[in-house]
């Protein structure tokens, strides 16, 4: 069945560097590429996403970047900050709708400061 | 207001018993999920409504049933609960047409003792 594998499942970074989380798709016809992010006792909240037509695209400090022929996603963090500390979902959808989106397995992420 | 509300937040309970979680969403779409997370922070889709249609049902027990008295509502059922079954249960929504994020609500805790 479809799957969607991320990388790494836990990531532990000084404040001010980047973070780099990966994700591989199985299903070819997925085409909304969203992220989520899940703070301790919260429910997830998307934070950025990617259609299939487009490559990269980037919010401040956030970017996600797509390569549809490995079926490969990437979420880039920039100086990173104490409270981007939380898991990180990546997750693909297939249309019609989205009906069916799976979600990675989740990426604990730990910034020190 | 909340936009996607489900009640309870905590519940315990013993082996056996039969329960409900209530969702709501306020926000017009026509889409509506339950995800299921585990202990190791890994969400997985249970179920997917559209327009009070079943579209997804992921190889759940049929001691989950879920049910859609409308567009806003999607209850979740569970009948002789297992110790298995303890996990936070998530409802989420979304607008249907693709490229759409999903909007969770702030989730379930069920404890089965």
């Known amino acids: 069945g479809e799957n969607v594998e991320q990388h790494p499942s836990t990531l532990s970074v000084q404040e001010g560097d980047s973070a780099v989380i990966k994700c591989t798709y199985s299903d070819s016809a997925s085409n909304y590429f969203p992220w989520y992010k899940q703070e301790l006792g919260k429910r997830p909240q998307l934070i950025i996403d990617?259609?299939?037509?487009?490559g990269e695209k980037k919010d401040q400090r956030i970017a996600v970047t797509l390569n549809k022929t490995a079926k490969h996603f990437s979420l880039h963090i920039t100086e990173t900050q104490p409270e981007d500390s939380a898991v990180y979902f990546c997750?693909?959808?297939?249309?019609?709708?989205?009906?069916?989106?799976?979600f990675g397995a989740g990426t604990r992420l730990f910034v020190k400061a | 207001d909340t936009a996607v509300s489900q009640t309870p937040k905590y519940l315990v309970t013993q082996m056996g018993n039969d329960k409900s979680i209530k969702c709501e969403q306020n926000l017009g779409h026509d889409t509506m999920y339950w995800y299921k997370q585990d202990s190791k922070k890994f969400l997985k889709i249970m179920f997917s409504?559209?327009?009070?249609?079943?579209?997804i049902n992921e190889t759940v027990p049929n001691r989950f049933s879920p049910k859609s008295p409308d567009k806003a509502h999607l209850n979740l059922h569970i009948n002789s609960l297992e110790l298995g079954d303890s996990a936070v249960y998530f409802c989420a929504s979304s607008q249907a047409g693709g490229y759409t994020e999903a909007f969770f609500g702030q989730g379930t805790r069920l404890t089965v003792v």
């Open positions: 990617i259609r299939s037509n487009v």
């Open positions: 409504y559209n327009n009070k249609e079943l579209i």
């Open positions: 997750a693909a959808s297939r249309p019609p709708g989205g009906f069916k989106t799976i």
